[in-house]
């Protein structure tokens, strides 16, 4: 499979309108991904919160 269609069959979260795409969608700098599954885009902030909280924990130390 190449790049281009990898991409293509991407999910993202869009942190602009704050929802899953799937594909094509709106520019890079405005999404978080890309992901393999609609579940892993979903959860994208989720993450993002869970990582920024563990780092946060780091500097505490």
Known sequence: ???KKDIDD???F???HLRVEHGP???DKD???PYAT???AAGALAEAR???KAWD???DD
């Open 50 to 52: 869970e990582r920024n």
């Open 57 to 59: 924990a780091q500097d």
């Open 31 to 33: 999404r978080m991904g």
């Open 1 to 3: 499979m190449n790049a």
């Open 10 to 12: 991407a999910w993202w």
């Open 25 to 27: 969608g709106c520019p």
């Open 14 to 16: 869009c942190l602009k």
């Open 38 to 40: 609609e579940a892993e």
